[in-house]
């Protein structure tokens, strides 16, 4: 039997044309990072330049990773070692802030999360340096810890999981579960952490991918090479003479990457984690 689709869901030429236009348009900028970084400087000159991988990358690769005084290795482990610090940390304290918002009723509740989405609309750049103030008080500066500890909790995160607590899980499992006996802690662990898995999981993405991508705060508050990052270290591949194009898109694509692994291994569940944020119950 033939099975009646709606208009709306049928697809068309257009829309398989437009589909593969911007998968092109956002693929593009990779692959040309590896071509430049895969070829000469002559190549890369030439009008119309070269659309073809050389032979080079293997060469530039090794030239990143042993670039002198850059620490190239130890910026891509420092970088991993925040990220996923980062990550953690905001999943668990942004879950805890989200249900105390969405599921408890305290005096000023109300005010406390409007005060909390507030403050996302100020840009992060006018706490830099109160910032950079109490991280030298506390003896942070030039530490991993610098770039972690202001990274613990954001306005964002908690947002997020108060939206996401109070659209799946509803108050009736609550309730069922205090007349069990268990206590506020208990039903958060046991209760609302695992009915928002995906959703903890696709905060924890984006906060790993924006502590990967972090510049300026790293540049103001790191100083020793050993101690940099990924994005602050790609501004130490550069020759003392002239520009060396393929050396600068090698070490971009390294830092690229592993996000683009990481994509390939979790999108599918990054999707599911979206969706189950978009619909309510």
Known sequence: MKRN????????????LMLGLITFLSIFPFYWMFIVSSNTDAEISKSPPSLVPGPRFLEVANKVLNAEGVYFSQALINTFIVGLAVAVAQVIFSAIAGFAFAKLHFKGRQFSILFVVATMMLPSQLGIVPLF????KLHLVNTLYALIVPALVTAFGVFWMRQIIDAQVPNEILEAATIDGASVPRVFWSVVLPSIRQSSFVLGLFAFLASWNDYLWPTIVLQSPE??????ALTQLKPLYGLDYSLQMGGAFLATAPLLILFIFVGRRLVSGVMDGAVKG
Do not use: D, E, G
Not at 133 to 136: H, K, L, S, V
């Open 5 to 16: 689709i709606p208009k709306w869901q049928k697809t068309s030429k257009l829309h398989y």
């Open 133 to 136: 103030i109490m991280a030298n």
């Open 227 to 232: 101690r940099f990052t990924l994005q602050v």
